[in-house]
């Protein structure tokens, strides 16, 4: 069983910064693919980014890419997704999902383990 908590998650103006972090518990966490996700009002979740456990590559959408990074700390069971020159458009609920096998990567079904979200708002 792996367990995942977002927290840093809040509000910022258009062409700041936030970094959202992702707290795993359970000792498997490390073998898990981490993968971001948001959640706009009205809107279906979509992917942002993810990192497997075993490859060391990082995986962006892209409407965030070149803008974002994430990053995993193994020694404290964590995940992080730094967001640079954020936009309105990129307000949402962002929510981290571990997934032992995901077969497509960007796909919300292949991930097994949900954090409750945490809110970014972006203002114009």
């Known amino acids: 069983q792996v367990h995942v908590v977002e927290s840093g998650g809040g509000l910022v103006q258009a062409g700041g910064s936030l970094r959202v972090s992702c707290a795993g518990s359970?000792?498997?966490?490390?073998?898990?693919?981490i993968g971001w996700f948001r959640q706009a009002a009205g809107e279906e979740r979509e992917f942002v980014a993810a990192?497997?456990?075993?490859?060391?590559?990082?995986y962006y959408a892209d409407s965030v890419k070149g803008r974002s990074t994430i990053s995993r700390d193994t020694a404290k069971n964590a995940v992080y997704l730094q967001m640079n020159s954020l936009k309105p458009e990129d307000t949402a609920v962002y929510y981290c999902?571990?997934?032992?096998?995901?077969?497509?990567?960007?796909?919300?079904?292949?991930?097994?383990?949900w954090g409750q979200g945490t809110q970014v708002t972006v203002s114009s």
């Open positions: 999902a571990a997934g032992r096998r995901p077969t497509v990567i960007d796909a919300p079904q292949d991930y097994d383990y």
């Open positions: 359970g000792r498997a966490f490390s073998t898990y693919t």
């Open positions: 990192s497997p456990w075993d490859t060391g590559n990082t």
